[in-house]
């Protein structure tokens, strides 16, 4: 907070007002004193007390309840009151403080430009006639009316002897209130009273004070030992009577004929302070001498009456003055509140009232309030009404498969365009996968009438297409799980002519679960399990399928795309092996560098003549030799998480590895129809080795393709994809996406280990809700940091927009969800960019 001191001094008729601020600057005025301005205050006082006759906080009345004035006292008063604010304001409105209230003037506007937080004016009068003037009521500058900046007018006594006293390791979980109650001959506390007991939610209160046919000495032992509690206390609150001293700091009374001076009662005080005393509230007459007192002792801030008041006119101050600290409003918001009651809405029935209370501030004070409790704690952080619609909405909306599967394909089509405009497409590598495509134009070709189930001449004639190219890995996406006669025994004848050849092809044949559960496999006419591999073909659209450890314990079989990536893999380290071997027996190999042959084993290749299950022999030469490179089954992401098969239970897919479609299809696979492979006589450069490629077989499109006749095997096309296809060739129109084409896309992942993690919306939204509840609070306590929060949320929406669009591109994999947890920021933060009152 930004502070001003102002110390006004008297001497004779003139007044020197000297101020200072910043680092040592400092500027002073002379002014003479108006005597007319003692004279006005002097009639005005006369004129307060015979409204107020009775039952006034300062020397003890006999008794008496509120008489009602005549009404020539009252307007009078209302009178007076004008003339002497009039005579006051135009002597502080003197051309000799102008170059003071410039100063303030333009330091508060620069505030309000800056949005700066408000302004502490410390006031500091030398002697009690000026320190009885009501300086709270000086309007500066009026220019900063509808600025952020507030200038607080508040009390600073011309002494202090002592800094604050800071206790050492003082953490209450309530605060700690002690409740003074003194002679009350003439007035009525039953008002405060019950003020208080409203505070007993987020605070301790302590009652103590005197009673009929308690003995004087009884009633200073339990001050002393209230006072002095070992558990401290942080407010001191006194009503009752009390007056000035000269020499004493002024006094208070506890009983009927009985006083303390504030110089007897030191000694406690400041056992007091020594454990946490912050502030004192004396809702007396007289408090000046008190208030200058005590902040001369080191307490941090003190509230007193300047003159005597009503009993009822202070009961109301109390009562308002202890709402506002219940709103958790620091004591000085409390004051001015308190104070505003009083003149707007109590000012006919109690006239001058509210230019009583004053607030004095030690320079180095942070001003009191109560401290959030938990439960208001977690008042504040619970959603209103429309928050609670609001998040119920998006909380249904990220728990929605089907809305997140869109939004998924959304965020891939726009890492698509970042992939793209960036430039970050890996041009240089071949595609991994050979897509042969029998598409509705072969079928047409080859004269098929009822491609379900797919000729399988046709199949072996593919294949034996393939293999004059070299291939040694070839996927069969069609199911041979029923008879078609001679063409059984023509693929058959196909598959063990591959396997028979001196590098002898991999084959990896189509099996899944029938709707009755049944596993539907390949004819044990067409091809055995001891010689080739048989993948599920399941898919799930979008989503990379993973192996749990059931899976792998049971007689599941691994999924399609995971057999193709392990036998291109396990292809290639045949080859490194029998190169090794080669350079060994040639003497290009040390003997001392024999253990690489130990380390490279040779691993097992289909044979007829096997009479175990092939799937089997891979594992075990896997688990055998530690094979890590073997990404399809040692990649932590390709297995089975516990946290994502507990998501299974409730719908959702959390941290469940997506299929990539934001990389172009032409990194994944080249694809070629099944007719021109046939019919393709000349040497195509695409199809012409094939040795370091994975093909597979699939269906292209046509209507029947899958189990059923609904053509489950071809999936809308990802807007990804679209967009990569419109790129490619623009007349293009297809709206198709095939299972084969999903299969290459797993392949090509799996070889690459490629497996991007989608974290859950609701994750981030969660997160997203504390930030922005967070940015709320800071908003609505800190108003004039609302623009740099602004530019800076702006700022860091965008930025977060774009690191998340690259860490997905980058080694880490994952995708950070950014619309609706930005979505969910702004809508926190907005309101309290459009509201100027801060949170209560």
């Known amino acids: 907070m930004n502070n001003f001191h102002l110390k006004v001094q008297r001497i004779e008729q003139i007044c020197l007002f000297e101020l200072t601020w910043g680092t040592a600057q400092r500027i002073s005025a002379k002014i003479i004193y108006p005597e007319n301005l003692t004279l006005l205050y002097q009639e005005w006082q006369r004129t307060y007390l015979s409204f107020y006759k009775t039952a006034l906080r300062g020397r003890v009345e006999n008794s008496g309840t509120f008489q009602a004035p005549t009404p020539d006292w009252h307007a009078k008063l209302v009178q007076i009151e004008a003339k002497f604010l009039s005579e006051f304001h135009n002597w502080l409105r003197s ?154 700091g002024g006094e208070i009374s506890i009983a009927p004929n009985t006083t303390l001076s504030i110089s007897e009662i030191i000694p406690l005080l400041n056992q007091a302070l020594e454990k946490g005393l912050q502030f004192a509230l004396f809702n007396s007459c007289n408090g000046l001498s008190i208030a200058n007192k005590l902040i001369e002792l080191g307490l941090s801030q003190v509230a007193v009456m300047r003159e005597p008041i009503h009993n009822k006119v202070a009961s109301e101050f109390f009562l308002h003055f202890l709402q506002s600290l219940a709103q958790y409003k620091d004591v000085q918001e409390a004051l001015t509140s308190a104070c505003q009651y009083l003149k707007l809405e109590e000012n006919l029935t109690y006239p001058s009232a509210y230019l009583i209370p004053s607030l004095f501030l030690h320079p180095e004070a942070q001003l009191f309030c109560f401290k959030h409790s938990f439960a208001h704690n977690l008042r504040k952080i619970s959603p209103s009404r429309i928050e609670t619609i609001a998040l119920s909405a998006l909380f249904i909306i990220s728990t929605q498969l089907p809305v997140q599967n869109n939004l998924l394909a959304q965020r891939l089509k726009a890492q698509a365009i970042y992939r793209q405009l960036t430039g970050q497409n890996d041009l240089t590598k071949n595609p991994p996968v050979l897509l042969v495509q029998i598409d509705e134009e072969s079928i047409r070709k080859r004269k098929i009438s009822n491609p379900k189930p797919m000729n399988r001449q046709y199949l072996a004639e593919l294949i034996d297409k393939v293999q004059t190219r070299g291939a040694k890995v070839i996927g069969i996406d069609y199911l041979l799980d029923r008879h078609q006669e001679e063409n059984d025994q023509a693929l058959a004848k196909t598959l063990q002519m591959g396997v028979k050849s001196s590098k002898p092809t991999w084959f990896v044949l189509a099996t899944t679960s029938a709707l009755n559960g049944d596993r539907l496999k390949v004819l044990p006419e067409i091809a055995s399990p001891n010689w080739t591999l048989q993948g599920e073909i399941d898919i799930l659209p979008g989503y990379m399928q993973l192996l749990s450890p059931s899976d792998k314990s049971s007689s599941q079989p691994l999924y399609f795309a995971n057999l193709l990536a392990i036998s291109h893999q396990l292809q290639k380290l045949e080859l490194q092996t029998a190169t090794i071997t080669n350079k060994k027996q040639r003497g290009l190999i040390a003997v001392a560098d024999t253990t690489i042959e130990d380390r490279i084993k040779q691993p097992p290749q289909p044979q007829l003549s096997s009479k175990t299950d092939f799937s089997q022999q891979i594992e075990q030469f896997l688990q055998k030799n530690h094979l890590k490179n073997i990404t399809s089954l040692t990649s932590a992401r390709i297995n089975l998480q516990p946290i994502t098969e507990f998501s299974y239970y409730f719908g959702q897919m959390w941290l469940h590895p997506i299929v990539d479609f934001s990389i172009p299809p032409n990194q994944v696979y080249r694809s070629i129809p099944a007719w021109q492979l046939l019919e393709n006589q000349k040497q195509n450069p695409q199809i012409a080795n094939l040795e370091n490629q994975i093909v597979i077989i699939a269906p292209g499109g046509y209507g029947e393709a899958g189990m059923s006749k609904d053509g489950e095997d071809n999936f809308d096309l990802p807007p990804a994809l679209e967009l990569w296809q419109r790129l490619e060739d623009p007349d293009n129109t297809n709206q198709v996406l095939t299972g084969g084409e999903i299969h290459a896309y797993k392949v090509h992942h799996l070889l690459n280990n490629r497996m991007v993690v989608p974290i859950p919306d609701l994750w981030l939204i969660l997160i997203a809700i504390v930030l922005g509840k967070t940015l709320y609070f800071i908003i609505q306590k800190n108003p004039h940091l609302k623009l740099q929060i602004l530019l800076s949320l702006g700022v860091s929406t965008v930025a977060y927009s774009l690191i998340s669009l690259q860490i997905y591109l980058s080694s880490i994999a994952i995708i950070l969800p950014w619309s609706l947890p930005s979505l969910i920021i702004w809508l926190y933060v907005m309101p309290a960019f459009l509201r100027r009152k801060a949170y209560e």
């Open 95 to 248: 051309s000799e403080l102008y170059e003071i209230r410039t100063v303030i003037t333009q330091f508060s506007l620069s505030s309000a430009n800056s949005q700066s937080a408000n302004i502490n004016l410390f006031l500091t009068c030398d002697s009690l006639e000026l320190a009885r003037l009501p300086w709270e009521t000086w309007e500066i500058c009026t220019e900063v009316t509808f600025a952020f900046s507030k200038i607080n007018i508040v009390r600073s006594p011309i002494n202090i002897h002592k800094s604050i006293v800071k206790p050492n390791h003082i953490h209450r979980a309530k605060t700690r209130v002690l409740v003074i109650l003194g002679d009350d001959t003439g007035l009525d506390f039953q008002a405060e009273k019950k003020a208080i007991q409203k505070l007993k939610r987020i605070a301790d209160i302590t009652f103590l004070g005197w009673q009929p046919g308690k003995s004087i000495d009884l009633l200073k032992t339990e001050l002393k030992a209230a006072i002095t509690s070992e558990l401290g206390w942080d407010l001191l609150l006194f009503a009752g009577h009390s007056n000035e001293t000269a020499l004493t």
